[in-house]
């Protein structure tokens, strides 16, 4: 089947903002002025089209990100809305890898708020051009030039406004279009659907022309064919001054900023007009990048029907219906269902089953897939986020997308047989479907250990265990995994015996135990004179290392050692490799008692990345955690502060920054090293281990 609309036409675009800014209401909006709805949904009631999981109707959030089609002006457009929550930042991240163009939506009251610079921040790294829609300017306190500030002092953006309100909070009436100088006015009998087109109020027409003027100077100063038109004096139209805005945006010189209110109805239409008139199409982009399947020779694919088929799996999805849906945007050539594709990554082929254009959770079966387009394909087994699938006979790796790492983690323990079944397999869906949710089993605690992006991330992953896998599960926080050492070197012996009127048991050994600097063990042989054959050399060695894996302080690892066995004796008869290894474990309990033993905790080297007017509370905050502070970096309007805290004060760090920070504040986190505990907390834990013993 040919392609119905030009790729020219095509506009890829997210809308992201902070969580509340009224990205999902403006998307029911768009759904319902372009024709795909014919009944609005709201946020609010648990309504919303985009918002289709249960957990996202109950708390009026977007959780996933959601993808949809509709058409403007002989335009195709598509849309995915993505989550406000910093927890769900990875799902705005891999939208905006394989976007063209975003919407970044403002509250027209709080301005830039924290996530705003988040998702701008992630527009930067990946080169999108974006218009900004100023929300909400039914909200009292509204103020449209004050979001507009927001951006400049806040995310050192160019916005040029290309509208001016007409009236604000309960008085909005529209919105004058500074681009053709008319004013527009929405009908609120048809919920916004149609409106007129009139005269500037005359209380706005001496501002309208003066802002006109300005904004026309602003593009001047980015766009070289405006410029020579300006500095000659000659007169502007319309279409020229659209496309001098158009490729200032596209490249990323200046960012339009419109305005209106989604939920009242009002400037959603000529957000849609911009859209089209002013985010890029495919062609406009880059060709996407990558290179051959040694990593050695740089490819290009350009947005081209006749070039040969590469794609980019962004997004896995778990489908009640259809299974495992994945979610690809295609960069170039086309590809058919039915066909075979190669799988990059696992370097194999595959067939594709179904090919999908996805209506948040409804589907529609199309018979191909063009260059920019973004569809769902059912039937790759293998495929992970990140993947590239593409023409077998002309392979290509394309960029795979970075995602965080995890800040937080929980203990899962499955209360029944049955339920320890059922919750592998519901642990591979969950983190196939996301990248930024880890799953390991913790060889210490025995404990199945889940790591995600914060609280409200795992409250969501543990919500889906139960309602939809019908996992029954203890949830706790995990155990720090601590170490043991030793602080002094020590002298130990170990002497076996047993007689049983037969054969008896006889292993005697003399070992000398110190510590060392790595977190290794080493084991030394110094026997001579053959005081102890070589094959119970070898038991004795492993008598030991058996015994550091349960400490003697409270049963933890111990490393950090070197052991050397130096003295012994054997019998004849008696002796044998079970008989040394219980007197190689015996030596080392002996010498470890008199050694010191200490405690060891994992320590974290720490990135906190804060406001200026937070440091002093930040670092305050970190102190009481028994922190280090490393050093500290100015960044823009940012303070980086370095340092190490212990593990175990980290629980809950992302929670408590983003209160003290207004939700402003980010962190990472790494193992830096083991560090011996304060006596304090060594006898905390020593005490507490201990009660669990005997409990």
């Known amino acids: 089947m040919p392609r119905t609309v030009e790729l020219e036409r095509y506009r890829n675009i997210g809308i992201a903002a902070h969580i509340d800014a009224g990205k999902t209401t403006t998307t029911e909006r768009i759904l319902y002025y372009t024709g795909r709805l014919h009944r609005m949904g709201e946020v609010h009631d648990g309504t919303a089209t985009m918002d289709y999981m249960e957990q ?28 406000g929550h910093v927890d769900f930042t990875a799902e705005v991240e891999r939208s905006l890898r394989v976007l063209d163009g975003a919407i970044a939506l403002f509250d027209a009251v709080a301005g830039v708020q924290p996530q705003s610079e988040t998702v701008w921040r992630q527009a930067d790294k990946y080169r999108v051009p974006r218009l900004a829609f100023i929300n909400k300017m039914d909200r009292v306190g509204a103020n449209f030039d004050y ?36 004013g527009i006015f929405w009908k609120d009998e048809t919920l916004g659907a149609e409106y007129e087109i009139g005269e500037i109020p005359d209380e706005l027409v001496e501002e309208a022309i003066d802002r006109r003027e300005k904004m026309v100077e602003r593009v001047a100063e980015e766009d070289e064919i405006l410029f020579e038109q300006y500095v000659e004096g000659h007169e502007i139209g319309v279409e020229e001054l659209r496309s001098a805005i158009r490729r200032a945006t596209i490249a990323m010189k200046i960012t339009p900023a419109l305005c209106g209110s989604a939920f009242k109805y009002k400037g959603v239409q000529r957000l849609l007009d911009a859209v089209v008139d002013y985010l890029p199409s495919p062609t406009d982009v880059p060709p996407v990048k990558g290179t051959d399947l040694d990593g050695e020779e740089a490819l290009v694919r350009a947005a081209s029907d006749s070039e040969a088929f590469s794609a980019l799996v962004f997004k896995i999805l778990t489908d009640p219906y259809v299974g ?23 370097r194999r082929k595959e067939r594709v089953g179904r090919l999908l254009r996805m209506h948040a959770n409804k589907r529609e079966d199309v018979k191909d897939a063009y260059a920019g387009e973004i569809l769902a394909v059912v039937g790759l087994k293998t495929v992970q986020t990140g993947d590239t699938i593409c023409d077998p006979a002309r392979p290509v790796v394309l960029e795979q997308i970075e995602f965080p790492n995890p800040v937080l983690s929980l203990a899962v323990e499955p209360k029944t047989k049955a339920d ?12 196939q479907e996301d990248p930024t949710f ?5 060889m210490d605690t025995g404990q199945t250990i ?17 309602r939809e896998f019908r996992v029954a599960a203890d949830i706790g926080r995990p155990q720090v995994a601590y170490r043991e050492t030793i602080r002094r070197p ?47 050399v070898r038991a004795v060695e492993k008598g030991v290392r058996e015994a550091l894996a349960n400490g003697v302080l409270a049963g ?39 050694a010191r033993p200490a405690l060891l905790e994992p320590v974290m080297a720490i990135e906190v990345v804060v406001p200026e007017e937070y440091m002093g509370d930040v670092l305050a905050d970190i102190s009481t955690r028994r922190g280090r502070i490393q050093g500290m970096d100015l960044r823009g309007s940012t303070q980086v502060i370095k340092g190490f805290v212990p593990l175990a004060e980290m629980f809950g760090y992302a929670t408590d920054l983003r209160s003290r920070t207004q939700g402003r504040g980010s962190y990472t986190m790494h193992l830096h090293a083991y560090e011996q505990a304060p006596g304090a907390v060594q006898e905390e834990i020593v005490r507490r281990m201990r009660g669990k013993a005997v409990g």
């Not at 006889?506 to 080493?522: A, D, F, L, M, T």
């Open 56 to 83: 996202e109707q109950e708390r009026g959030i977007t959780i996933t990100s959601a993808a949809t089609t509709c058409f403007w002006r002989d335009h195709q457009i598509n849309i995915i809305d993505t989550p």
């Open 147 to 182: 979001a507009v500030q927001t951006m400049i002092g806040r995310l050192k953006a160019s916005p040029v406004p290309i509208q001016l309100p007409i009236g604000s909070e309960d008085r909005l009436r529209g919105v004058v279009d500074l681009v053709e100088m008319q």
């Open 324 to 346: 495992q849906l994945a979610f690809l945007r295609v960069y170039s050539g086309f590809f058919r269902a039915g066909g075979a594709v190669f799988n990059v990554s696992k």
């Open 420 to 431: 320890q079944q059922k919750i592998g397999m519901a642990l591979t869906k969950l983190s």
């Open 438 to 442: 880890r799953v390991e089993s913790d």
């Open 450 to 466: 889940l790591s995600g992006m914060g609280e409200l991330h795992l409250e969501i992953l543990v919500d889906r265990l139960l």
């Open 490 to 536: 020590c002298m130990g012996e170990g002497r076996f015996v047993r007689q049983t009127g037969g054969r008896g048991q006889y292993g005697h050994c003399k070992i000398r135990v110190e510590p060392i600097e790595s977190n290794e063990v080493e084991f030394h042989d110094e026997i001579f004179g053959g005081a102890i054959p070589k094959d119970f």
């Open 556 to 594: 933890y690892e111990t490393v950090g050692v070197s052991v050397t066995l130096y003295d012994g004796s054997y019998h004849e008869v008696d002796s044998s490799e079970v008989a040394f290894k219980v007197a190689g474990s015996m030596a080392w309990k002996n010498a470890a008692t008199r």
